[in-house]
């Protein structure tokens, strides 16, 4: 079951992070979960994958908030 509190995120809490931001938070520990949300088509097409990632379209990640969790930076990204 989807917590109600993951449907209810409004976009002023989705927010960018640089690189830099991401980088200097693995490097002190903090679990980060990588999503890919290119189409299948894109990404298999791509030579640029990201190790560990997990391929979620953007369209598919309502369906799967309940897969994610809930104590890990989760970077969503496109190429």
């Not at 079951?1 to 490097?27: G, H, N, P, Q």
């Not at 949300?37 to 391929?55: F, I, M, V, Y």
């Given at each position: 079951m989807?917590?109600r ?7 002023a ?7 830099d931001?991401v980088?200097?938070r ?12 290119r ?9 640029l994958?990201l190790p ?5 379209h ?12 809930r ?7 496109c190429?």
């Amino acid at each position: 079951m989807v917590d109600r509190r993951l449907k209810e995120i409004s976009l002023a809490e989705v927010r960018r992070i640089a690189i830099d931001e991401v980088k200097k938070r693995i490097d002190n520990g903090e679990p980060v979960l990588f999503i890919d949300t290119r189409n299948q088509h894109d990404w298999g097409e791509s030579a640029l994958k990201l190790p560990g990632a997990r391929r979620i379209h953007f369209s598919e990640l309502e369906q799967h908030l309940d897969e994610l969790p809930r104590d890990s930076l989760i970077v969503t990204y496109c190429t």
